[in-house]
Antibody, heavy 118, light 107 residues
Framework: QVQLQESGPGQVKPSETLSLTCTVSGGSISSYYWSWIRQPPGKGLEWIGYIFSNGRTNYNPALKSRVTISVDTSKNQLSLKVSSETAADTAVYYC????????????WGKGTTVTVSS | SYVLTQPPSVSVAPGKTARITCGGNNIGIKSVHWYQQKPGQAPVLVIYYDNDRPSGIPERFSGSNSGNTATLTINRVEAGDEADYYCQVWDSSGDHPVFGGGTKLTV
């Protein structure tokens, strides 16, 4: 049973860069799309971007200038970096998996909370 | 970008049928997926490709999709079904997933 586990600093200061990691266990990164999705407190789900196992990426146009997603297949990890953080980036951040050829996410991590505050 | 519209809230009595809608322009030609999110938990896929259920999801959950509206139907609603529900499609023009705003189901 594949499991995803997000990890990160918990809190970042405004203008700093947020770095999160998603560790994939019990399965391979290959042949899947790996998305980052966030949820501000009390609000809905917002897709941030995805990376395919071959390194192809696609980002939410509203965040594209600040976001970088990468994958390390040797460690079975993907990472998310969001620069120039503001309070509006405070959210629970999830990683999620979609099989190649599918348009839905069948496995999600438990999420990690990030607070942007000085 | 493609827009999905959900009612903010739906209330239903235990044992009755809940219907949660998801509106979008000609959504009937797209594949719609539904997620359930309970407080403090990650979303869980409950319906994919309009009306397929992942293993472990009760048969009480079903979906339909036609015209400009997709619907998640929950029969014989239980207290444990109380959650937020999100619809999702794939925006082929931008090549990315799009979520509805979510519906809070109160039992």
């Amino acid at each position: 049973q594949v499991q995803l586990q997000e990890s990160g600093p918990g809190q970042v200061k405004p203008s700093e860069t947020l770095s999160l990691t998603c560790t994939v266990s019990g399965g391979s990164i290959s042949s899947y799309y790996w998305s980052w999705i966030r949820q501000p407190p009390g609000k809905g789900l917002e897709w941030i971007g995805y990376i395919f196992s071959n390194g192809r990426t696609n980002y939410n146009p509203a965040l594209k200038s600040r976001v970088t997603i990468s994958v390390d297949t040797s460690k079975n990890q993907l990472s998310l970096k969001v620069s120039s953080e503001t309070a509006a980036d405070t959210a629970v951040y999830y990683c999620a998996r979609a099989k190649e050829g599918d348009s839905f996410m069948d496995v999600w991590g438990k999420g990690t909370t990030v607070t942007v505050s000085s | 970008s493609y827009v999905l519209t959900q009612p903010p809230s739906v209330s239903v009595a235990p044992g009755k049928t809940a219907r949660i809608t998801c509106g979008g322009n000609n959504i009937g030609i797209k594949s719609v997926h539904w997620y359930q999110q309970k407080p403090g938990q990650a979303p869980v896929l409950v319906i994919y490709y309009d009306n397929d259920r992942p293993s472990g999801i009760p048969e009480r959950f079903s979906g339909s999709n036609s015209g400009n509206t997709a619907t998640l139907t929950i029969n014989r609603v239980e207290a444990g079904d109380e959650a937020d529900y999100y619809c999702q499609v794939w925006d082929s023009s931008g090549d990315h997933p799009v979520f509805g705003g979510g519906t809070k189901l109160t039992v």
